[in-house]
């Protein structure tokens, strides 16, 4: 879990970030409701709109695992705590550089809408004709890669070195 660090007008959320988060699917929907305390139509919105992809079984129901709770965990936090809308938080995951990441090519770049985008995040993309494509978007680094809410800035500070 978090813990928070306030400075004046700032807050930040510490995270182990040696800590592995199960990525088993193993939480209904309406046991990651109560889990997370919100509703099950919320979980069905925050799908709905990008932000995160459930397991969904043979009988087409989903499923969420640890990994997946705590990046919903994160999505409250942003929108209950630092007043980021739900737009707000898609535009962020769709800033993340997929294609550093995933080492693509300038011709993957030419064919890939997710490159193109800055509206919503690569995995709400239908991939074609690109390295992407026929790939299992819950199982990609890229997603994988954004769990909690600190991973984004240093997943960036590693692909962007900084200005010296």
Not at 63 to 81: G, T
Not at 102 to 131: G, R, V
């Amino acid at each position: 879990m978090a813990r928070m660090l306030i400075l004046p007008n700032i807050k930040f959320y510490i995270f182990d970030m040696n800590k592995n988060f199960s990525i088993e699917p193993v939480y209904t929907i309406s046991t990651a409701a109560r889990l997370l305390g919100v509703s099950v139509p919320t979980l069905r919105m925050y799908e709905r709109e990008g932000l995160l992809i459930p397991f969904k079984s043979t009988g087409n129901q989903r499923r969420y695992s640890d990994m997946d709770l705590e990046r919903i965990r994160c999505i409250r936090r942003a929108i209950n705590e630092d007043k980021i809308g739900i737009e707000g938080i898609r535009r962020m995951l769709a800033l993340i550089p997929c294609w550093a990441v995933m080492s693509c090519t300038a011709e993957d770049y030419i064919n890939c809408e997710a490159f193109q985008s800055y509206s919503k995040p690569c995995w709400t993309f239908n991939h074609k004709i690109n390295l992407c494509s026929g790939r299992d978007c819950r199982q990609c680094d890229v997603y994988n890669s954004f769990t909690d809410c600190a991973s984004i800035k240093e997943k960036l500070k590693e692909l962007v070195p900084p200005i010296k």
